[in-house]
């Protein structure tokens, strides 16, 4: 082809000249230019390439970072409300901080005590005292595992100052299953525990008004205002206190139909106080310290206290003794492969051989009680045998058996009392509580030396737990001689006592 070229210009240049024109330009010279031009034109269209494809490289980065961003945003709605709800114009500033509390009981009419024994307000007339209390306009929040108020006259009974106010007031219900609702109710959030923690929901409190609240071992549930032995406190005024369980109460609030947990929580759901930094309050003009915790852990937002952290809080507080009074106590994080859970057993441990506290421990006996509870318990009261400065006792609380063949008088109670501090929660002390399912609890710090007996709420509830530890309805666990709570057997040559 080269070639070719050569000759075709060297034929028209000669061709020029012989006519007298203008030169010919050469075939070669075409040629090169032809191929620089060709040259150029790659070049710029390689850079233009080069351009578009940067430019869309830019493009499909700028599209991921808004779609991140706008799925982010999607979440964080989704999951929370980010402003979460209005509290009525309450902060921590102008909140109530001298509150007056009392303790509510419900103790079953087969139940019964010395004429001398100490007695509280009926369960029942505390919640119905909250309802009364209920200002229009305003809110009553509760928390239930279930509502079945269905049996005999119970519904009609505790409902009838609820069904009066239904018209001026939000009522605002939580639950995990419901039975039996009022016709008269607001509003009832679900939530769907299995999806979010494979657990329940055993919270159980009340916060009327963001002014009053309850918090205890009943449900709402007809057993626990007739034949359940319950305890629980109601504090009224007390604004401080009552927006810090309102927030627990909003964190629930807003799982409904939630199938995760989200993994930021909006700062309307922190806690305002915790184990760390206490809300200091008057309780019926008594110096108080207290804070609310919950569980599981993964509900706890910031600066929550885990209710875990909040009984190793009052026992490693504790100087001369820790009382303990719930349904069941049960080492292991799940009953069937019987995995031990070491948390709570190894600080009484630890308070009874390290530092000499006396430790009495009340359970129920009754017909779910696990037979392995006696064991755990033996061998927590083994520890202090031939050793002079430990004590440790346990006495399990027998229900009585109905014609029916039903149990009345099952101690419910859910606390622990030491000589500075009461915990009240939702929780019995098995593993499985305290890893999978909800619940709240309160912690009341008071400093001991008030002139005045049983002034105090700690002091009240240790009068409490002593009427229950020496009633006739418990049985002491003692050598060879096991509690037949239940028709389950286990493997020993023991006799019921």
Same mark, same amino acid.
């Not at 070049?43 to 940067?54: A, F, G, T």
């Not at 869309?56 to 799925?71: D, G, M, N, R, T």
């Not at 102008?94 to 009419?109: A, F, G, M, Q, Y």
């Not at 509580?433 to 400093?447: P, R």
């Given at each position: 082809?080269?070639?070719?070229?050569?000759?075709?210009?060297?034929?028209?240049?000669?061709?020029?000249?012989?006519?007298?024109?203008?030169?010919?330009?050469?075939?070669?010279?075409?040629?090169?230019?032809?191929?620089?031009?060709?040259?150029?034109?790659?070049?710029? *269209?390689?850079?233009?390439?080069?351009?578009?494809?940067?430019?869309?490289?830019?493009?499909?980065?700028?599209?991921?970072?808004?779609?991140?961003?706008? !799925?982010?945003?999607?979440?964080?709605?989704?999951?929370?409300?980010?402003?979460?709800?209005?509290?009525?114009?309450?902060? &921590? &500033?102008?909140?109530?901080?001298?509150?007056?509390?009392? *303790?509510?009981?419900?103790?079953? &009419?087969?139940?019964?005590?010395?004429?001398?024994?100490?007695?509280? *307000?009926?369960?029942?007339?505390?919640?119905?005292?909250?309802?009364?209390?209920?200002? +229009?306009?305003?809110?009553?929040?509760?928390?239930?595992?279930?509502?079945?108020?269905?049996?005999?006259?119970?519904?009609?009974?505790?409902?009838?100052?609820?069904?009066?106010?239904?018209?001026?007031?939000?009522?605002?219900?939580?639950?995990?299953?419901?039975?039996?609702?009022?016709?008269?109710?607001?509003?009832?959030?679900?939530?769907?525990?299995?999806?979010?923690?494979?657990?329940?929901?055993?919270?159980?409190?009340?916060? !009327? @008004?963001?002014?009053?609240?309850?918090?205890?071992? +009943?449900?709402?549930?007809?057993?626990?205002?007739?034949?359940?032995?319950? %305890?629980?406190?109601?504090?009224?005024?007390?604004?401080? %206190?009552?927006?810090? *369980?309102?927030?627990?109460?909003?964190?629930?609030?807003?799982?409904?139909?939630?199938?995760?947990?989200?993994?930021?929580?909006?700062?309307?759901?922190?806690?305002?106080?915790?184990?760390?930094?206490?809300?200091?309050?008057?309780?019926?003009?008594?110096?108080?310290?207290?804070?609310?915790?919950?569980?599981?852990?993964?509900?706890?937002?910031?600066?929550?206290?885990?209710?875990?952290?909040?009984?190793?809080?009052?026992?490693?507080?504790? =100087?001369?003794?820790?009382?303990?009074?719930?349904?069941?106590?049960?080492?292991?994080?799940?009953?069937?492969?019987?995995?031990?859970?070491?948390?709570?057993?190894?600080?009484?441990?630890?308070?009874?051989?390290?530092?000499?506290?006396?430790?009495?421990?009340?359970?129920?006996?009754?017909?779910?009680?696990?037979?392995?509870?006696?064991?755990?318990?033996?061998?927590? =009261?083994?520890?202090?045998?031939?050793?002079?400065?430990?004590?440790?006792?346990?006495?399990?609380?027998?229900?009585?058996?109905?014609?029916?063949?039903?149990?009345?008088?099952?101690?419910?109670?859910?606390?622990?009392?030491? @000589?500075? +501090?009461?915990?009240?929660?939702?929780?019995?002390?098995?593993?499985?509580?305290?890893?999978?399912?909800?619940?709240?609890?309160?912690?009341?710090?008071?400093?001991?030396?008030?002139?005045?007996?049983?002034?105090?709420?700690? &002091?009240?509830?240790?009068?409490?737990?002593?009427?229950?530890?020496?009633?006739?309805?418990? =049985?002491?666990?003692?050598?060879?001689?096991?509690?037949?709570?239940?028709?389950?057997?286990?493997?020993?040559?023991?006799?019921?006592?």
């Amino acid at each position: 082809g080269g070639l070719f070229f050569r000759h075709a210009a060297s034929a028209t240049q000669h061709m020029g000249s012989l006519r007298g024109g203008p030169p010919v330009v050469p075939a070669n010279t075409i040629y090169r230019t032809v191929q620089q031009q060709d040259y150029s034109a790659g070049i710029w *269209l390689r850079r233009k390439e080069k351009k578009l494809e940067h430019s869309q490289q830019k493009c499909i980065v700028i599209f991921a970072l808004v779609c991140c961003f706008a !799925v982010l945003v999607a979440l964080i709605f989704s999951a929370v409300d980010v402003w979460g709800e209005d509290e009525d114009g309450i902060t &921590e &500033e102008n909140c109530n901080k001298n509150c007056r509390v009392v *303790l509510v009981e419900n103790i079953p &009419e087969d139940v019964t005590f010395s004429e001398n024994g100490t007695s509280h *307000l009926p369960l029942s007339a505390g919640l119905h005292s909250l309802l009364d209390l209920a200002v +229009a306009g305003h809110s009553v929040e509760i928390v239930s595992p279930q509502w079945n108020l269905n049996s005999s006259d119970y519904e009609s009974r505790f409902l009838q100052s609820s069904r009066q106010h239904c018209t001026i007031i939000m009522l605002r219900f939580l639950s995990l299953s419901i039975l039996s609702f009022p016709t008269c109710v607001g509003e009832v959030h679900y939530i769907n525990m299995t999806a979010l923690t494979k657990g329940f929901l055993h919270s159980s409190f009340w916060v !009327v @008004d963001r002014q009053h609240i309850y918090i205890g071992s +009943a449900t709402m549930d007809w057993r626990s205002l007739s034949t359940m032995k319950e %305890l629980g406190i109601i504090v009224y005024n007390c604004s401080c %206190l009552a927006l810090d *369980l309102h927030r627990v109460f909003n964190l629930y609030w807003q799982l409904q139909y939630k199938d995760f947990i989200p993994s930021m929580w909006s700062k309307r759901l922190s806690a305002l106080w915790n184990k760390d930094e206490n809300l200091p309050l008057l309780f019926n003009n008594t110096k108080a310290e207290v804070f609310v915790s919950s569980s599981p852990d993964v509900f706890c937002p910031k600066d929550r206290t885990r209710d875990l952290d909040a009984i190793a809080y009052v026992i490693q507080k504790a =100087k001369r003794f820790i009382y303990i009074s719930i349904t069941d106590y049960l080492p292991l994080t799940n009953r069937n492969a019987h995995r031990y859970w070491s948390r709570i057993d190894g600080m009484l441990r630890e308070a009874l051989i390290l530092r000499n506290i006396e430790v009495r421990l009340l359970v129920s006996c009754w017909e779910q009680t696990h037979p392995l509870t006696f064991n755990f318990v033996w061998s927590l =009261k083994t520890l202090c045998m031939e050793l002079a400065n430990c004590s440790m006792e346990a006495k399990f609380f027998s229900p009585r058996k109905q014609r029916d063949g039903t149990l009345q008088g099952i101690n419910h109670n859910r606390f622990m009392v030491t @000589d500075s +501090a009461v915990y009240i929660g939702n929780f019995d002390w098995v593993g499985n509580e305290f890893t999978f399912n909800a619940g709240a609890g309160m912690v009341i710090s008071q400093a001991e030396g008030v002139k005045e007996k049983n002034s105090t709420l700690v &002091e009240q509830v240790r009068a409490t737990f002593e009427r229950d530890w020496y009633s006739r309805h418990t =049985k002491s666990l003692q050598a060879n001689k096991i509690p037949v709570c239940n028709k389950l057997k286990t493997k020993t040559n023991c006799r019921g006592q």
